[in-house]
């Protein structure tokens, strides 16, 4: 049993306090992802449920056993790590099964594990070969294969893709998810990467400044937003925020929406707009193509604003450009505190 509980869990470093009441269930078998700005916390978090760092307050249970006072190798759980930590002077083979060596686990049983995982990450070629003689990719897979052979309950994963490039990157994480999903190991996984977290996780738990702002699946997220900061957060390009007054701009002009009095912050997201007849006017600033779409940056009564488009445009910087939305695409935040408002 793998369900990880956190309940009003906090970090403090003297005076500072790090983490606050943090309350989050994961369920077994998930695969789930701590993302947010660096500095929010949530590397520190997944340190507190490995046992790397001490708690402040508050419980961590991994399959019902509170583990507070648990050593980390007394957690039932695997860590990969960013830097993928592997020994320089052991193979492949040995890499991944120093922890069993460790824990006087049988020989054939070492042996069975080592065999089963570097089958299903691709890695029997590579047994004998040491860490240089690896690509990144294939390192990382080392990392994964000794995390795997420990039959772990929970697996967590510190930013393990943060080293590779672009490319290798998206292979990567298909290959994770793939892999977690075959296994069905619960999943804790911290990435400042929200393409990442949306293309990855079963839920998604967004943390700023210690503490959780909202938690859902991808699409959730994507499509209702609990406040400004999330809606800013999730989604590339990011979601537009403009300033408005009892329905109207800055410069006076009417928005066509449902508003209520007041000021508001009405969020757009790019893709949701288009050029058309009627619309929004906005002055173009840039014009990025790049193949499948066509980014306009531009703004809107002062307000900066991006477009991304599908169809090809011809404009330039300094154009003007009339651009329409769907109203039930549009977003509400209060403009004090930056919460949804319900339409």
Do not use: W
């Not at 402040?56 to 980390?72: F, K, M, Q």
């Not at 790590?81 to 040995?94: E, G, I, K, N, R």
């Not at 169809?311 to 329409?324: E, I």
């Amino acid at each position: 049993m793998g369900a990880v509980t956190l309940s009003g869990v906090a970090k403090r470093y003297g005076g500072t306090e790090v983490l606050r009441d943090i309350n989050l269930s994961i369920e077994e078998g998930e695969f789930a992802i701590l993302v947010g700005p660096s500095g929010c916390g949530k590397s520190t978090l997944l340190r507190m449920i490995a046992g790397l760092e001490e708690i402040s307050g508050g419980d961590i249970s991994i399959g019902g056993r509170r583990v507070n006072d648990l050593e980390p190798k007394d957690r039932d759980i695997a860590m990969v790590f960013q830097s993928y930590a592997l020994y320089p002077h052991m193979t492949v083979a040995d890499n991944m099964g120093f922890a069993l060596k460790m824990a006087r686990v049988d020989a054939a049983e070492k042996q069975a594990r080592i065999t089963r995982a570097a089958e299903m990450l691709g890695l029997t070629p590579y047994l004998d070969r040491y860490p240089r003689a690896l690509s990144g990719g294939q390192r990382q897979r080392v990392a994964m294969g000794r995390a795997m052979v420990r039959d772990p309950a929970v697996f967590l994963f510190d930013e393990p893709l943060s080293n590779l490039d672009a490319k290798l990157r998206v292979q990567m994480r298909s290959e994770i998810r793939q892999t977690q999903a075959r296994l069905g190991v619960t999943t804790v996984y911290v990435t400042h990467d929200q393409i990442e977290a949306m293309t990855m996780a079963d839920r998604i738990i967004v943390m700023n400044g210690g503490r959780i702002e909202q938690v859902g699946t991808p699409l959730d997220l994507y499509d209702r937003p609990a406040n400004r900061f999330v809606a800013e957060f999730i989604g590339s390009p990011a979601m537009n925020m403009i300033a408005v007054t009892d329905g109207r701009l800055p410069d006076g002009t009417a928005l066509p929406l449902i508003a209520p009095a007041g000021a508001v912050t009405v969020g757009l997201r790019p893709e949701h707009l288009h050029p058309g007849p009627a619309g929004i006017t906005v002055q173009v600033t840039g014009v990025e193509p790049t193949g499948a779409e066509t980014l306009i940056t531009a703004t809107l009564a002062g307000q900066p604003i991006t477009a991304a488009l599908r169809d090809r445009v011809t404009v330039r910087p300094g154009d003007s450009l009339t651009l329409g939305f769907d109203p039930a695409h549009l977003h509400l935040f209060d403009a004090g505190s930056g919460q949804r408002i319900s339409r």
